[in-house]
């Protein structure tokens, strides 16, 4: 059988880059935190001698330089820039941008408005927050801290370009990084806290809520220590120690009173009446005498007693099916 080529990526596979301008046909309103940002344009300009004189703006207008040199004048100060480069006009502060002829500058450039909501005064602060309102009172505007920022600009290209379903979504998602970007490269973000998730997940309890996720998911199946720990990528002792420190019980354990629990519920659904020895099966006990035996261990009553008196307890809380 001949060998199938491998698809090779690269950057010159993308969507030309003045296809960029595509992304205008979107209507975009986006959240970031406690504030809102409307996209106002997209724009291209490839390398050749330009210049757009000085002008103002209501919204901000950021460029990011792919290619060559240029001068950007802000608020009466002029600033050296070079690929690889962003620089950013500040709503209502002249501003222009003069290409070099020696090194023609060619960039992308996006606007959009920012504001904080009205409505979201009484939200505790959260990290974006903090970068956002640092960024609108940073007095930088030129900075070379971008290295993420030319494969966002391609790809948002990309979906741009090809609209694939969902490409929606993807875009949304590319241009919130790209607004986060722009603030986080003329902010130091050193001082900044981004608060983690409340409540915040140890990584061995991460690990065991990997492990339960698998044991619902299978439970119906033969399931060994083998099959869990290559679930977690640990060894099979580091597994079953693991998930006894965090939870108190053994991993069978566990599996056992999730099975009945289940059980327990299929033999209280009086729509299904599934027969005994069924729900012995899809609970993981193909010997439906076991199945009754364990049962009749751990609730005091045969399955058949348990369905007949309507259970003893309620098991749709359990802790094990949620």
């Known amino acids: 059988m001949p060998a199938v080529p491998k698809r090779r990526f690269a950057l010159d596979s993308l969507a030309p880059r003045q296809r960029f301008t595509d992304l205008s046909h979107l209507t975009l309103s986006l959240c970031l935190g406690s504030f809102q940002s409307e996209i106002v344009g997209w724009g291209f300009i490839g390398p050749r001698w330009w210049r757009n004189y000085l002008h103002t703006h209501s919204f901000f207008e950021v460029c990011y330089a792919f290619q060559g040199r240029g001068l950007f004048r802000f608020a009466g100060v002029d600033y050296a820039v070079q690929a690889g480069d962003v620089f950013i006009a500040k709503p209502g502060v002249a501003h222009e941008i003069i290409s070099s002829e020696e090194d023609p500058l060619g960039i992308y450039f996006w606007s959009y408005t920012l504001y904080e909501r009205a409505d979201a005064q009484n939200v505790s602060a959260s990290g974006v927050d903090e970068l956002l309102r640092a960024y609108l009172a940073s007095s930088s505007v030129v900075s070379a801290r971008t290295t993420a920022m030319l494969p966002t600009l391609e790809l948002l290209t990309e979906e741009g370009t090809r609209r694939e379903p969902g490409y929606l979504q993807v875009v949304e998602g590319l241009v919130i990084k790209l607004l986060l970007d722009t603030a986080r490269s003329v902010v130091d973000t050193s001082d900044l806290y981004e608060p983690l998730p409340t409540p915040a997940r140890s990584p061995e309890e991460a690990v065991t809520q990997t492990i339960k996720c698998y044991l619902r998911d299978n439970y119906a199946r033969p399931v060994t220590m083998r099959d869990l720990a290559a679930q977690v990528h640990l060894s099979e002792r580091h597994t079953a120690r693991l998930f006894r420190k965090v939870t108190g019980d053994s991993i069978m354990d566990y599996l056992t009173r999730l099975r009945l629990e289940m059980a327990a519920q299929l033999l209280l659904d009086r729509q ?51």
């Not at 076991?290 to 749709?316: D, K, M, N, S, W």
């Open 272 to 322: 299904a009446r599934m027969p005994i020895k069924e729900i012995a099966q899809v609970c993981g006990y193909p010997d439906v005498r076991y199945f009754t035996t364990l049962f009749r261990q751990r609730t005091g009553l045969t399955p058949a007693l348990f369905r007949q008196q309507g259970g003893t307890r309620f098991f749709t809380s359990s802790p094990y099916l949620s």
